[in-house]
């Protein structure tokens, strides 16, 4: 806890003023006039993800309950506001009413052996859905690949699968890979290509050369703009979208719907608060994002990429759903993954920097 900031001995929610919204909230100068609780964390990750080993996050208590704030360490003040935005959503304003009591999760593969791929696929009981991370070297591990396709296909038969190359592949290597792909049935492919203008030319390929291959855009969206993006330029069949840096749940359901795109929600590295904002997001779906009328298996099984998470239990999935609701987090883990005092300083300096930016443009 910092303690410059309020502590668990003032833990009463402030009664806002009506209406409470996230424009309304923004009124007050200074947040801690807002946020009845402030808390930074430092989460220990099982090994290492997007490049780091512990995740930082700030968590904070507002009239409706706990949200995260988490943009990763490198982002500035303005992409940094757009999560703040979504924390304070979730922080103060009750989410849309939901159209399921339960959301389904996909397990996922590393870049593992494909002799280990039975193995890992076990761990994920009642997951009708796995994505299998590939192009880990590039086009270099595209044997590798599809023999974890095909070791996937054989111990889950049923399964649907989809694969994640994170923008790894050159526009050439994407069409070799993609010819490879195709003999496999897929749910789509994610990201083949890093930029969006080689997303929609390899699309556009994958049309010509007749493989049935869908796109899916992931690393393409970073703030809500993105997302009609990638339709206008009919870089991809379908969008990843995460909460925090559309901008929150209300803002990520207007630009699905304008995107017009099916959507899968994944979580952007978050803590078991933070994804049940994610949760909620699948949960109130437009239908235009789920075309065969059901939710697509999200990416919100993440919390099990963490030694130790900020909820007690964790938000994990249980045969293979996750249950819609808040979750707020438990006191001792708070205090056991508090974060050093310096962290948390810079978290609560960035906090300031990115309420002043919001309220700026208010
Ligand atoms: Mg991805």
Not at 59 to 68: I, V
Not at 271 to 283: C, E, I, M, P, Y
């Amino acid at each position: 806890m910092d303690p410059d900031l309020p502590g668990p001995q003032h833990g009463a929610p402030l009664a806002p003023a009506a209406p409470c919204d996230v424009q309304s909230i923004l009124a007050a100068p200074d947040p801690r006039e807002v946020l009845s609780r402030i808390a930074v964390v430092s989460l220990p990750m099982v090994t290492r993800f997007r490049g780091i080993t512990v995740r930082e996050a700030m968590l904070f208590e507002g009239p409706a309950g706990w949200a995260e704030f988490s943009p990763f360490l490198e982002y500035d003040v303005p992409e940094a506001s757009r999560w703040l935005a979504a924390a304070l959503e979730w922080a103060c304003v009750d989410p849309p009413a939901t159209k399921a009591a339960t959301v389904p999760v996909n397990g996922t593969i590393p870049a593992c052996p494909p002799s280990a791929v039975a193995e890992v696929a076990a761990r994920y009981a009642g997951v009708g859905t796995f994505k299998i991370k590939v192009a880990e070297a590039g086009i270099d591990s595209l044997d590798e690949d599809c023999a974890r396709i095909e070791a996937l296909r054989a111990a889950r038969p049923g399964a649907r699968i989809r694969l994640d190359a994170n923008g790894r592949y050159t526009v050439a290597q994407a069409r070799t890979a993609l010819r490879a792909f195709s003999r496999f049935e897929l749910e789509y492919v994610e990201q083949p290509v890093m930029a969006v203008e080689d997303l929609a030319q390899v699309r556009e390929e994958i049309d010509r050369e007749g493989w049935g291959i869908r796109i899916a855009a992931d690393e393409s969206i970073r703030k809500a703009s993105d997302p009609l993006r990638v339709a206008a330029l009919g870089a991809a069949d379908v969008v990843i979208v995460k909460v925090q840096p559309l901008g929150g749940v209300r803002s990520a359901l207007s630009v699905i719907e304008a995107s017009g795109l099916p959507a899968v929600v994944s979580s952007a590295l978050d803590t078991s608060v933070g994804l049940s904002a994610g949760v909620a997001l699948a949960a109130s779906l437009p239908e235009s994002a789920r075309p065969d009328g059901s939710i697509p298996a999200c990416g919100l099984g993440t919390s099990a990429l963490f030694r130790s998470d900020v909820a007690d239990p964790p938000l994990r999935a249980a045969d293979g759903v996750l249950p819609v609701g808040r979750t707020a987090p438990s006191e001792e883990r708070l205090s056991a993954l508090a974060a050093a005092p310096e962290r948390a300083q810079w978290w609560t300096e960035r906090l300031r920097a990115c309420w002043s930016h919001l309220r700026e443009q208010r």
